[in-house]
């Protein structure tokens, strides 16, 4: 579909925003002749737009800009977060074109059927997706491999070493690549959102459970074995609350979503929400307010220790409705704050934003695009 050095261009292009036939000569260590020829190829084939032109400098001719063609390249994705599983269908500019949704199954066989049986609504739409889609992006809340293929282990689904990837590709005839929930969601930031210009950045998944991803020289850091970033698991509470990964006293057992709940539970409450304590909060509840510290606390405490550890030039809170707007968001920065070391408090930005169904089918799919940007070979 497109040579080694073309999705080098496109990579290089995506990346930058646009880039003129004079940069990607100097970043391709081509003369400006031999990069126009595979410009112009690629305009040809759809992948890359002349937009605006820029005034030269002194008496220089004008620079064209080119950009990512927006549909030089579909990619469909699928977050299995949430019952019914999400899908969705994306262009090059990460924009959704169209969505759906099917039964989510724990058993991967059937699972990976359903996602064959939920396809032809997802391209319905447009008849011409056949040719344009190019591979296939799955999430989940678990360890992927370093080939983003097996799911090495998923305490939420139950799963350990399942060949995911490739029984999708089975029952899809597609391309597959699988991820961890956290690093898709910093993919896609950095590929179609607010992480672009970045070149290192940490994004915190907070939700049922917790996910951390990390960016570091512009590329996502998976580690050796692909479990880069796995703060849920942290033990940050020695002999803590027995955990569903096996462990005690782990980030997951006390700031996560369905840890907060449990707390209100044990106490009595009639809110189960962080929206509902912190309205109990308000009117002066301490037992809400006890446990929007607790979880606040905890939470801050993993991210100081990511920013110690990154020194990241942001860190991005992805949360569910609600979570970042009160007490809970407050105790948060200030314990984030109170746990960096002092010379290196406030340095960090740190930015939130609201979760939804979209942004991780999106997330999903953007595995499937950022692979295809950068050149790896299909799975």
Known sequence: MLTTMQRQILGAVNASGNLSRTELAQYCGMSKAAISGVVREMIDAGFLLEAETVPGSGQGRPSVR??????????????????????????????????????????????????????????????????????????????IDEHQSTCVQ????????VPLAKLISQATGMYVAIENDAKALAVSEKNFGQARDLSSFTLVSHGAGIG?????????????????????????????????????????????????????????????????????????????????HRAGSALGLAISLLIQINDP??????????????????????????????????????????????????????IAAHRFLVGLKPV
Do not use: Y
């Open 66 to 143: 080119l950009v990512v063609h927006p549909d030089g390249a579909w990619f469909a994705g699928v977050s299995l977060l949430q019952n019914p599983a999400q899908m969705a269908l994306i262009n090059l500019h990460g924009e959704i074109l169209s969505r759906v949704s099917f039964a989510a199954d724990s058993d991967p066989q059937r699972l990976a059927e359903n996602i064959a049986l939920a396809l032809p609504a997802l391209l319905e739409p447009h008849p011409e997706a056949a040719k344009k889609m190019v591979g296939l992006g799955v999430t989940l809340s678990g360890l």
């Open 313 to 366: 030039d942001l860190i991005l809170i992805a949360h569910q409705d609600a979570d970042f707007s009160g007490l809970f968001g407050t105790v948060v920065q200030q314990s984030i704050e109170a746990n960096v070391l002092p010379g290196n408090a406030g340095k960090t930005p740190v930015r939130t934003f609201t979760l939804n169904d979209d942004i991780w089918a999106r997330a999903a799919a953007s």
């Open 212 to 292: 951390s991803a990390h960016f570091i020289a512009g590329k996502l850091h998976r580690g050796l074995h692909g479990g880069a970033g796995e703060i849920a698991h942290c033990t940050l509470e020695l002999n803590g609350s027995p955990c569903r990964c096996g462990k005690r006293g782990c980030l997951d057992t006390l700031a996560s979503l369905n840890a907060i709940a449990e707390m209100a539970k044990a106490e009595g409450l009639d809110a189960t929400t962080i929206g509902g304590l912190e309205q109990l909060a308000m009117q002066g509840t301490t037992a809400a307010i006890r446990i929007l």
């Open 154 to 161: 998923s305490a939420l689904l139950g799963w350990r070493d």
